[in-house]
């Protein structure tokens, strides 16, 4: 593993349906960002985590859950999948608290709810 | 809450020419950064250049440039010699520099697809 590791790459989930994305960093950073990209919208914060145990709520969190039981691991949930959803997620993650140089991001997971 | 803005959806440029991509935000903020992430078809986001606000120097990077107005809040990126793997979407990004209790987001503009002409 090198960076951020985002898993599935791409699924398509009926409505209704439980589905959790996955994301894993192995370069020890302190936070960590789960984003949406709409086209014509850009990226839009949905979570977020400074450290391990903590989270905290971005600009479009309904809908979405995420957990932070270690440094590494940030998985993003849906509980009841809706075709609003239908998006591309990227999870990112900086360094330590002056993370001047930018975040680093996953590959994306391409989600569509039908 | 700060907003950026990038009001060109859509540029193309001949290949080996100049380009300027805009962007404009707004905050009441005076620690900040800035940042230009480029998307390429594969979806990678990857940081072109960043600008720290207390600085007044232009930031460079090979043929990427940024243009920065601190009391006109614009941001535009200069890419030079227009090279087909420039074509991308491109994103302009802020984040507050004052962290007092971590990490803080970055908020981003809408992007803009950049087309490269043969």
């Known amino acids: 593993i090198a960076g951020i590791t985002q898993a599935p790459t791409s699924q398509i989930l009926a409505a209704g349906r439980r589905m959790t994305l996955r994301c894993t960093q192995d370069?020890?950073?302190?936070?960590m960002y789960w984003y949406r990209q709409d086209l014509g919208l850009g990226l839009r914060l949905i979570h977020y985590?400074?450290?391990?145990?903590?989270?905290g709520k971005g600009e479009v969190p309904d809908g979405y859950s995420v957990s932070r039981a270690n440094t590494d691991d940030f998985p993003l949930t849906l509980a009841s999948a809706v075709p609003s959803q239908t998006s591309v997620y990227f999870c990112a993650s900086s360094d330590s608290i002056r993370s001047v140089s930018g975040y680093t991001f996953g590959s994306g997971t391409r989600l569509t709810v039908v | 809450a700060q907003t950026v803005t990038q009001s060109q959806p859509e540029m193309s440029v001949q290949e080996a020419e100049t380009v300027t991509l805009s962007c404009t935000y707004d905050?009441?903020?005076?620690?900040?950064?800035l940042f230009w992430y480029k998307q390429p078809p594969s979806r990678q986001m990857i940081l072109v250049i960043r600008q720290e606000a207390y600085k007044q120097q232009n930031a460079t990077e090979n043929r990427f440039s940024v243009n920065f107005q601190k009391a006109a809040k614009s941001f535009s990126l200069k890419i030079s010699d227009s090279q087909l793997g420039d074509a991308a979407m491109y994103f302009c990004?802020?984040?507050?520099?004052?962290?007092?209790?971590?990490?803080?987001?970055?908020?981003f503009g809408t992007g803009t697809r950049l087309t490269i002409i043969p």
């Open positions: 990004a802020y984040r507050r520099g004052t962290l007092l209790f971590g990490n803080e987001k970055l908020t």
């Open positions: 905050t009441s903020e005076s620690d900040y950064y």
């Open positions: 985590s400074n450290t391990a145990g903590t989270t």
């Open positions: 370069m020890r950073h302190n936070a």
